[in-house]
């Protein structure tokens, strides 16, 4: 198949349809709708099913149920919807069902606006429902990667048994760009007769398996809690990804960036590099695990003088950058979240100032 | 050969076909030639990239906007500015009203039912074989009978708009054209024009089209990118010697 022109929200419903995902739970919210306006299409024609649930905590518990069952199952919503569908989503992560959700934020807190914003990286990564729990959370910056993410999204979840979140701002959702699809996975989940609840007929023994969060015994309830930390330890090892971007020059500042933003930032680079201030870039693809080292290895390389978050949120990833610079380099923040992204030329104002302070 | 479209022009197609992208760049370039134009967005669908985002430059060179007023501008709600039907009751020499995607996007129209009436009307669907659904024929001409059942108008004229935005090659070009000019003859409906962006425009061999070819200079472009720069209005057309 060659390269199709879609919306981001288009490609999510197909990618998904790719990675063998025929069970589609969702409730419109803008900017995400046209996701279940193409699979209510889409999903008939190859034999898969899209069902409107009365609410987003409807929804989250339809994903739960047939998840639970061994059913690759996903979901998309915005950012009101996923804060409705957070208490599930805890309950998701503790019964350890390889749920997907996307989010395509918008702008809040509240009701807030319709236009991109990535106001929700602490719901993200921090959890938005209660307990100890963690999302593997991936971050695309085109419609191709959000492609390639959504693809590898069920594979990850299952590898974990554990949630896995696409978080993508309006424009991820909104956008056209021309787009391939790598050929049908359609892989079925290896390990679901170990844990699912999907009838005794294919089991090889006679182990009855409990979809559960409940562990009323606290002993039992602590070691639940130390095999979900192993998982997250497991995927700081093994799931981090990143993408640095002209970190081989002598950079002075090194911006901190993902989605589309990075890609605003990208601009602003090229563009300073054109007047002879060379600037580094780390993309996080992966929010959480976050990339840590890398974070810290090119913020301490002897040129760069200062970090910068830049982010369409009011500073949350920025504690995240500080985390892992460790006090080394000034770390700063630049960011918008009302819906106006920031320009090249803003960002390149921001890297400017701090060439002169420095 | 120059583009033959005056009077009301209702622009309509499939989600994604690039109507906005060709209304605005179809107002341009026949406001170079001298016409009075006037452009609606009834977008009532689409959240983003509508064609309110170009209000400035097209203002700029002259051409009326009918918007929502600017307070409901950026509101995902179905607003419908009495000023339409006003304009649809005494068009200018080119009247252009850029519709929403598909049957839902097109069902405005049917609300426009009385000062639409007993209008010449030119409605035009926008094709763009590099989307989803409209990538064979008969997917277009079901696209076209749904346009056609919720608006309860008659589509009477084709737009090729074959494109990968920035990765569009003059290959794609051509099969586009040779798509359109296939549904053309299915359909029964005549190819108004189709479009190539003024970057791939001098690679164009125009022997090979037999309709008029619509220069299109990117408004709608993702932040991290500049729109094409409009300039003040002239008084021909850009391309009135090919």
């Known amino acids: 198949m060659g390269k199709v022109l879609m919306k981001g929200n288009e490609a999510i419903g197909e990618a998904a349809i790719r990675a063998g995902c025929l069970n589609y739970f969702a409730y419109p919210i803008t900017p995400q709708s046209e996701v279940a306006e193409y699979l209510s299409r889409r999903m008939p024609e190859v034999g898969g099913m899209f069902l409107q649930g009365e609410s987003e905590v409807a929804v989250a518990y339809m994903l739960f149920g047939a998840s639970a069952c061994g059913e690759r199952v996903f979901t998309t919503s915005s950012s009101p919807g996923i804060s409705l569908m957070s208490e599930g989503i805890s309950y998701v992560a503790g019964a350890q069902c390889p749920v997907v959700f996307v989010n395509i934020i918008r702008g809040g807190p509240g009701l807030g606006g319709i236009l991109p914003s990535q106001g929700d990286y602490f719901q993200a990564t921090k959890g938005g429902g209660h307990g100890d729990y963690r999302l593997l959370v991936m971050a695309p910056a085109s419609v191709q990667e959000t492609v390639e993410m959504v693809m590898m999204a069920f594979p990850l979840a299952e590898k974990y048994r554990n949630p896995v979140m696409i978080l993508g701002d309006g424009l991820i959702g909104q956008m056209m760009e021309p787009v391939e699809f790598p050929d049908h996975l359609r892989t079925e989940p290896t390990n679901k007769d170990d844990w699912a609840t999907n009838g005794m007929d294919t089991r090889k023994d006679n182990k009855q398996n409990l979809v559960k969060s409940l562990y009323l015994d606290p002993t039992q309830l602590n070691d639940h809690n130390l095999l979900l930390k192993a998982k997250y330890e497991r995927m700081k090892q093994e799931d981090v990804r990143y993408e640095p971007y002209n970190t081989d020059t002598d950079y002075k500042v090194l911006i901190i960036s993902y989605g589309t933003m990075s890609r605003v930032c990208r601009t602003a680079i090229d563009n300073l590099k054109a007047e002879g201030l060379e600037v580094g870039m780390i993309r996080p693809q992966t929010l959480f695990p976050f990339p840590e080292k890398a974070i810290h290895d090119a913020a301490i390389k002897e040129s760069c003088k200062a970090v910068i978050s830049i982010e369409m949120s009011m500073g949350q990833m920025v504690e995240d950058v500080e985390r892992c610079v460790q006090g080394k380099r000034p770390v700063e923040w630049y960011g918008k979240c009302g819906g106006d992204v920031p320009t090249p030329e803003e960002i390149m104002d921001v890297v400017r100032n701090w060439k002169l302070e420095t | ?242």
């Not at chain 2, 026949?30 to 016409?35: D, I, L, P």
């Not at chain 2, 049917?110 to 030119?122: H, M, T």
Request: hydrophobic share 40%; proline share 7%.
């Open chain 2, 1 to 242: 050969m120059e583009i033959d479209l005056h009077g009301i022009v209702v622009i309509v197609g499939n989600y994604g076909s690039g109507k906005t992208e060709v209304s605005i760049n179809l107002a341009v370039n026949q406001k170079r030639a001298g016409m009075d134009v006037r452009i609606a967005d009834l977008d009532l669908v689409n959240p983003y990239f509508r064609t309110r985002e170009a209000r400035n430059p097209l203002s700029t060179l002259g051409i009326d906007m009918v918007l929502p007023p600017e307070k409901y501008m950026q509101a995902d709600l179905p607003i419908l500015t009495p000023a339409i039907a006003g304009m649809i009751r005494q068009p200018t020499e080119m009247t252009l009203l850029d519709v929403g995607g598909d049957d839902v996007g097109a069902t405005v129209l049917a609300s426009l039912a009385e000062p639409l009436r007993g209008k010449n009307i030119r409605m035009l669907q926008v094709v763009n074989p590099f989307r989803p659904f409209t990538d064979t024929v008969q997917g277009c001409l079901k696209i076209r009978d749904e346009i056609e059942k919720a608006s309860k108008m008659t589509i009477n004229g084709i737009i090729g708009n074959t494109n990968l935005i920035d990765e569009t090659t003059m290959t794609d070009i051509y099969e586009g054209y040779d798509f359109v000019h296939a549904l053309s003859e299915a359909s029964g409906l005549p190819l108004e024009f189709v479009t190539i962006t003024t970057e791939l425009f001098p690679e164009a061999d125009m022997k090979r089209f037999s309709c008029p070819v619509l220069p299109i200079e990117r408004q709608l472009v993702p932040p991290w990118k500049k729109a094409a720069n409009l300039g003040p209005a002239l008084l021909k057309p850009a391309y009135n010697n090919i």
